[in-house]
């Protein structure tokens, strides 16, 4: 009986971990200008911020649909108008297998969103441009590290801690 089951976990940790992507696609875009085109007569000092979220949902079996928001809304220093607004929501349908509980949470969270945002990078970029405004080239992002600083503010939560921001 010991041995059976000693067979039983040695399989399970040998079970293949496999990740394929099925569909890349955008599922929103926006893109706002509501000041020009007297903005351009402005001086071109902007304030960019930038907002991203991800958001998970399993639509069947070991297959789930990943969505990465991006919000980037730029004002200008002086005088606070905005020049432009850009959202989207690039998705992904991504199949899993041979992975459960945090190891499925980290993919989900880290390597999905990881493939998921040079698409979104790249969309932002060329509506930024059709706006004819400066080029806009967003930095890499470290999926690794925001899940990491997720698992730390819920481990201080469930200790009752006031988690430390970054």
């Not at 958001?55 to 789930?64: C, F, K, W």
């Not at 809304?73 to 945090?102: N, R």
């Not at 190891?103 to 004819?132: D, F, K, W």
Request: charged share 25%; with cysteine; glycine share 4%.
């Amino acid at each position: 009986m010991a041995e059976e089951n000693q067979v039983a976990a040695t399989e399970e940790q040998q079970t293949p971990f496999e990740m394929q992507i099925q569909r890349i696609y955008i599922k929103d875009v926006s893109f706002e200008a509501p000041n020009l085109p007297h903005i351009f007569q402005q001086e071109w000092k902007p304030q960019l911020g930038f907002e991203l979220d991800t958001e998970t949902r399993e639509i069947a079996e070991d297959t789930y649909e990943i969505v990465l928001h991006i919000n980037v809304q730029t004002t200008l220093e002086d005088s606070e108008d905005v020049a432009f607004i850009c959202e989207v929501k690039q998705a992904g349908v991504f199949t899993i297998k041979g992975l459960e509980g945090i190891q499925l949470a980290h993919c989900l969270a880290s390597q999905c969103p990881n493939v998921l945002y040079p698409y979104a990078r790249e969309l932002i970029s060329s509506l930024v441009n059709r706006g004819t405004f400066p080029a806009l080239n967003l930095s890499p992002v470290n999926f690794d590290a925001l899940f990491m600083d997720y698992l730390e503010r819920q481990q201080a939560e469930e200790k009752g801690e006031t988690p430390a921001v970054n």
